[in-house]
């Protein structure tokens, strides 16, 4: 049993992004318990910084312990009961998630499809939220899969308008542009620490509005995951400290770096940094001649699809990439797979030298 040792990457995929030093060194801070009194001022600091992160003054926002997968099937499973309407919006992977998850619920789901590369149009999404007057609408703000950004304010207000819940899912885009839940009025979101906050995977910070939290604490029939239980996992992270499961400690000491990180540099500056970055992507592209596959209004800064050219190798480039340049982009996933490659600029990856480096070997694979 040899030791594992990959060799460095460079992570320019849908996330996992780069991890700074920083960030990686304060998992190996001395392990303390999870109840430590020591511990529990540093999860109070957490918890008030991913509060400014994600523009909200909710008493009820925490990192879950597991990906943003687990984010998303806390907001689901706590929000929606048997037999209740959820709208969705469905333009690529995580959208489509969203839906199974629903269903699997027992809830009664409607689906607002948008073509997969495009937004789901926000008017669209308004008129079946009024006609179904359902229980919760939801849509994904960054579509990682196509690499598309949702406008969201239109939506919000439809829900409100309906008295629905409204759900967003910031995997991507928090920490990487603008996320803002109490202007936006948005009632639950999640996201997760792999992608713009540059953390190893494994937390999904979610907030709840008052509102949200009303409605859990009302349901009729009991949460059926003992593992995501909101108000249980409130208790531990922001009532009386009690006993849940052992959080993940080394993982919420990198968190609570990476959270400096983020403040140290200033949420704007962080902002057009991703801007920045993925301008010098886009015309370095133009210059290999391979051309964006989602339309500029609607771009995501941290994540660029790409259309695969007229007789490229599409598994080939990427093997090289990872081989020759221990450069790792990611794939086109369901009905885009074989046609986009999606490259990451996510948090500590949005970087000009890991633009330089992509292009350059980019140019090589072609060739
Ligand atoms: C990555 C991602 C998820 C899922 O997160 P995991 O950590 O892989 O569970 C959900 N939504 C979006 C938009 C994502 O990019």
């Not at 990457?9 to 318990?33: F, N």
């Not at 984010?71 to 919006?89: Q, R, S, W, Y």
């Not at 604490?217 to 006993?243: C, H, I, M, P, Q």
């Not at 771009?299 to 020759?324: C, H, K, N, Q, Y």
């Amino acid at each position: 049993m040899k030791p594992f040792e990959p060799g460095r990457r460079i992570l320019m995929g849908p996330g996992p992004s780069d991890v700074p030093e920083r960030v990686r060194k304060a998992m190996s801070i001395p392990l303390v318990s999870h109840l430590d009194p020591a511990f529990r001022g540093l999860m109070a600091d957490v918890v008030k910084a991913l509060r400014e992160l994600f523009g909200t003054e909710n008493e009820f926002t925490f990192p879950v312990s597991a990906s943003g997968t687990a984010g998303m099937e806390t907001c689901f499973a706590n929000l929606l009961e048997p037999g209740d309407t959820a709208v969705i919006g469905v333009a690529g992977v995580f959208g489509a998630r969203m839906a199974e998850m629903a269903r699997r619920l027992s809830a009664k789901v409607v689906v607002v499809e948008g073509e997969w590369g495009g937004i789901v149009d926000p008017a669209r999404m308004a008129e079946v939220i009024e006609a179904e007057q359902p229980k919760l609408a939801a849509v994904v703000h960054g579509e990682t899969s196509t690499g598309v950004l949702q406008p969201i304010p239109e939506i919000s207000a439809a829900a409100r308008e309906a008295g629905a819940l409204f759900i967003l899912d910031c995997v991507t885009s928090l920490g990487g542009c603008p996320v803002l839940i109490d202007e936006w009025g948005v009632d639950a979101a999640y996201s997760g620490t792999q992608k713009c906050l540059s953390c190893p995977p494994g937390l999904s910070p979610v907030t709840f509005s008052e509102r949200a939290v009303e409605v859990v604490r009302s349901r009729k029939t009991g949460v059926g995951t003992f593992n995501l239980d909101l108000l249980a996992l409130a208790e531990y992270w922001v009532g009386g400290g009690a006993y849940h499961h052992t959080a993940p400690v080394s993982l919420i000491f990198a968190l609570w770096e990476s959270l400096r990180m983020v403040f140290e540099e200033g949420l704007e500056a962080r902002f057009k940094r991703h801007r920045r970055v993925q301008e010098m992507l886009l015309a370095g592209l133009d210059r290999l001649l391979l051309t964006p596959a989602a339309d500029a209004d609607h771009r995501l800064p941290m994540l660029t699809s790409i259309r695969i050219p007229e007789g490229a190798d599409d598994a080939g480039v990427r093997d090289f990439l990872l081989t020759e340049h221990q450069i790792e982009i990611g794939f086109g996933l369901g009905p885009l797979a074989g046609r986009i490659w999606r490259v990451g600029t996510m948090g500590a990856s949005a970087t000009e030298l890991h633009v330089a480096q992509f292009l350059a070997a980019m140019g090589q694979a072609l060739q």
